[in-house]
């Protein structure tokens, strides 16, 4: 994806000065084995190369194959990573990336969706984990009711990143991508965006702010009213989908766009998932249907005589099909994450076996 990517890295660490500061403040870290399940592209390399530099040793797994870039992945291999990665790897390959990670014998876990978690505790497995990091609403739900083995912090839930990232990056890169893509506005078209947590709200008026006509499709009853106090239209699903012309999904739940409503659609729309999960969509049920490529990323099914365009193969779209946040913008959020890294390999490991929320004394303190 990278035309040059020594000038892009350069370019990359240059605009993302919190980050470097919060690197240059970790304490040596030669006794630490850092496990990181996670998008893995061009922003991620500054903080990934400042670990290696302060001596600990890293293994990479990826939290989606579809957000892998190649060249980041064999530039910190270069620096000496070890990684089990790459861009649309198998799904069979990338489960085995979570049992050689943890083969690995980590110390320390930095995660986006809870994977390696998810294993150690449904195998049962003996680790020297001391502590780990979740970054998602989707890992900390999984870890909803779980006795961890090892205490484990959540950023996920810091006003820094449901703030910033969820609620305003994620949807403006997600137009911003869907204008690169497509070559096409939201002007005339009636957007319907399922899911009215951060990320669906940051969605829904970055979609209104390019034009589009907004309706929300939420479940739960509370953001359903609270979407209708900010002014949104919203309608059950089913209703919705009838005359929307682009559905974005942002619940990070599986199959919230069903076989029975992708047949009630239109000919022309087009769907696109910014949630954590690859499963918000159907896809199988589009892919029995024959399909055509028109564009890259852009996947044309003839359902039934009419056309439906799926983004992304159903994958999050604004990071597989484009760069996800700006770098500034996701300097912050890398800069909490390293506070937590430095966290969880001092004091936090000293904690109490349970899931909390990363201190704000930790990362106050990178703003």
């Known amino acids: 994806m990278y035309q040059n990517f020594s000038a892009e890295l350069e370019w990359a660490t240059l605009n993302m000065p919190r980050t470097r500061r919060a690197i240059e403040s970790l304490p040596d870290l030669s006794h630490v084995r850092l496990a990181c399940n996670m998008h893995l592209d061009l922003k991620m390399t500054p903080i990934i190369k400042g670990l290696l530099d302060k001596g600990a040793k890293v293994f990479l797994t990826t939290c989606n194959p579809t957000t892998v870039q190649d060249d980041v992945v064999a530039y910190l291999v270069q620096q000496g990573a070890e990684a089990k990665a790459w861009r649309n790897m198998s799904h069979a390959d990338w489960q085995q990336s979570f049992e ?6 980590p110390t320390h876990l930095c995660e986006m969706g809870a994977d390696l978690t998810t294993v150690i505790h449904q195998k049962n497995l003996q680790t020297n984990v001391k502590a780990g990091l979740e970054a ?15 205490p484990i912090f959540n950023w996920d839930d810091l006003p820094v990143k449901e703030g910033l990232h969820n609620r305003h990056m994620v949807g403006l890169t997600a137009w911003h991508t869907f204008f690169q893509t497509t070559h096409l506005t939201l002007h005339e078209k009636k957007v319907v965006v399922i899911g009215y947590g951060l990320v669906g709200q940051g969605v829904a008026h970055s979609a209104k702010a390019y034009g589009g006509q907004v309706i929300i499709a939420e479940l739960d009853k509370a953001r359903a009213l609270q979407a209708q106090y900010d002014g949104w239209q919203v309608l059950p699903l089913s209703e919705a989908v009838k005359d929307a012309d682009v559905i974005a999904t ?10 029975e409503m992708l047949k009630q659609a239109k000919s022309g729309l087009f769907i696109l998932n910014v949630g954590h999960v690859a499963e918000e969509i159907d896809v199988a049920f589009l892919k029995q249907y024959a399909m055509t490529e028109p564009m890259p990323y852009i996947n044309a099914y003839d359902v039934d005589g009419k056309t439906i365009y799926l983004l992304a193969d159903g994958s999050m779209f604004n990071l597989t ?11 912050v959020t890398l800069a909490v994450m390293t506070s937590g890294i430095g966290h969880i390999v001092g004091e936090g490991e000293k904690a109490e076996k ?14």
């Open 250 to 259: 942002a619940t990070g739940a599986k199959n919230v766009v069903s076989a």
């Open 100 to 105: 050689d990670a943890i083969a690995w014998d």
């Open 354 to 367: 349970e899931v909390y929320l990363l201190p704000q004394a930790i990362w106050g303190k990178v703003l």
């Open 136 to 150: 998602t609403g989707s890992g900390v739900n999984r870890l909803n009711g779980l006795k961890p083995h090892y």
């Open 321 to 331: 099909a484009g760069y996800g946040d700006s770098l500034n913008a996701f300097d």
